[in-house]
């Protein structure tokens, strides 16, 4: 798959894009890409578009690679990454034990492995909250977008099972609002299992991911429920032992998991909560 495509309108050594013509900003809710201030006039097409792709100036052309960065750009606007992640990145992930270090190696191989069109397995990162989970997500979210001009979406499950709802409930749109989720080439959902467990949820998850599992295209997910064999406790509101806790499988229903289980790799990710340990730093005396 292709990487690194400079545009050719931008300035080389540009310091805030990388002569890659575009930058990634928080705005309202959600992560942009915005073209750089340095991109000027594109030298290979004059902004038409269009390039030759022989000698023969009349002959075939072809899209030039400042449409290539440009669908770039409409696919990050399209991911639905929250602003808070607009700078989460793999590499910039803080690992903290030996777990971190293979979630994130984890991630780098789907990168590797990945090609449109063919089957791979998704992943699916779990462990308790603050660690991390979702900037793992939107880092593979906004490199495979970026980096490698594939489209995915971002979507955050409870947001997820809202939307369906609404357009349930006017009885119309929810094929779109489905088609988006099912023909992206990558769909990332965050905290599977997350929400009051209706009949209605189960259906909605059921049909999002039999679809997938059905066309053969991959899933990244995150969860704060553990996988394995199903507790028969779904309520995660019971005061229960602990060897009682609900599992993902109790929350997503035996038929979801197990699809989800033959599309993905389930990925720990431990190691000390983050937010206390940022909270702890910033009392920490000088
Ligand atoms: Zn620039
Ligand atoms: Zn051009």
């Known amino acids: 798959m292709s990487t690194y495509l400079p545009h050719p309108g931008a300035t080389p050594k540009c310091p805030h894009c990388d002569q890659r013509g575009f930058v990634i900003r928080p705005i309202g809710e959600r992560a942009e890409a915005q073209a750089c201030e340095c991109v000027k006039t594109c030298p290979k097409c004059r902004d038409t578009g269009w390039v030759s792709t022989t ?68 992943l699916v990162f779990h462990g308790n909250v603050g660690r991390g989970k979702t900037h793992l997500l939107c880092a593979l979210v906004g490199e495979l977008i970026l980096e490698h001009g594939v489209s995915a979406r971002f979507v955050e499950f409870s947001h997820l099972v809202a939307d369906l709802k609404v357009a349930f409930e006017r009885k119309s749109g929810a094929a779109d609002v489905l088609e988006q989720l099912v023909g992206v080439d990558v769909l990332a959902i965050d905290e599977l299992g997350k929400g009051r467990n209706t009949e209605f949820e189960g259906t909605v998850v059921d049909e999002v991911v039999s679809r997938r599992y059905n066309a053969n295209t991959p899933l990244l997910g995150t969860t704060n429920y553990t996988p394995g064999v199903a507790s028969g406790f779904a ?38 909560d983050f937010r206390q340990r940022s909270t702890r730093a910033a009392r920490r005396p000088r």
């Open 55 to 122: 000698d023969d100036l009349r002959g075939p052309k072809g899209r030039c690679d400042c449409q290539h960065v440009q669908r770039r750009m409409r696919l990050y606007a399209a991911a639905n990454i929250p602003a808070r992640h607009y700078n989460s990145r793999l590499a910039n992930f803080e690992i903290d034990g030996p777990l971190q270090m293979m979630a994130v190696q984890a991630g780098m191989d789907f990168l590797t492995r990945f090609r449109p069109g063919e089957p791979t397995r998704g």
């Open 235 to 272: 309520n995660a509101n019971l005061a229960r032992p602990q060897a009682t806790a609900p599992m993902l499988s109790d929350r997503l229903g035996e038929r979801v998991y197990s699809r989800i289980k033959e599309m993905c790799d389930f990925v720990p990710v431990k190691g000390e």
